[in-house]
């Protein structure tokens, strides 16, 4: 089910649209990888270092909210501009 996302996105972008709802899933996405990622380790060092769970649940959620606002800035602009470039690079007919 997840590899579904990407290709809908990829296909969208090659053909040079990038609406907001393409924006809403990359960001959603990006969330769910976080979440999970950082997760893992917040459970492994509640696990193996004993570390307390409400100090390693708040590290996780300011890491994740964090790194998904930045992914969202940085990855709106990369996915808006070759979106755009597909889009001209589209429109091109010979003469």
């Known amino acids: 089910m997840i590899g579904l996302f990407p290709r809908l996105t990829h296909r969208r972008i090659q053909s040079g649209v990038f609406e907001i709802k393409d924006f809403v899933l990359f960001v959603v996405l990006a969330l769910i990888g976080n979440v999970v990622g950082y997760g893992c380790s917040a459970l492994l060092d509640t696990i193996l270092y004993a570390e307390p769970f409400s100090k390693v649940f708040t ?29 001209q690079s589209s429109n091109l007919s010979e003469g």
């Open 59 to 87: 590290q996780l959620t300011i890491i994740a909210s964090g790194n998904t606002v930045l992914i969202a800035v940085v990855g709106y602009f990369i996915l808006k501009s070759v979106a755009k470039r597909n889009q």
